[in-house]
């Protein structure tokens, strides 16, 4: 069970953590993504990260602002988002997947409920 945080309205140029917190032993064995969904959107991928946090992936559009991290001692992923703008509005999601790096939604099984960013302009 995946659960989202850290969510909230921000200024455009502003920062927000995001906290996923994974429930069970099994986390480490887990590859993590995080998606967002705008209003009227489909959902999309934004960053990945393997299971040992060594490899990370971006989309292009928050490449150099958001950061992908993990520490699997607490159990929990984590995403950085600085210099936020308001196309970065959408309710987030973390996902676990056994596939490293991947973009695709399919190829993860489970997700968290969510979180709603608003940046404000």
């Known amino acids: 069970q995946l659960q989202a945080s850290g969510g909230g309205l921000v200024q455009a140029g502003g920062s927000l953590r995001l906290s996923c917190a994974a429930s069970?032993?099994?986390?480490?064995?887990?590859?993590m993504g995080w998606f967002r969904q705008a209003p009227g959107k489909e959902r999309e991928f934004v960053a990945a990260?393997?299971?040992?946090?060594?490899?990370?992936y971006y989309a292009d559009s928050v490449k150099g602002r958001f950061t992908i991290s993990r520490d699997n001692a607490k159990n929990t992923a984590y995403l950085q988002m600085n210099a936020l703008k308001p196309d970065d509005t959408a309710v987030y999601y973390c996902?676990?997947?056994?596939?490293?790096?991947?973009?695709?939604?399919?190829?993860?099984?489970?997700w968290g409920q969510g979180t709603q960013v608003t940046v404000s302009s």
């Open positions: 996902a676990a997947s056994l596939y490293s790096g991947s973009y695709e939604i399919s190829q993860y099984p489970y």
């Open positions: 069970g032993r099994t986390f480490s064995r887990y590859a």
């Open positions: 990260i393997n299971w040992s946090g060594h490899n990370t």
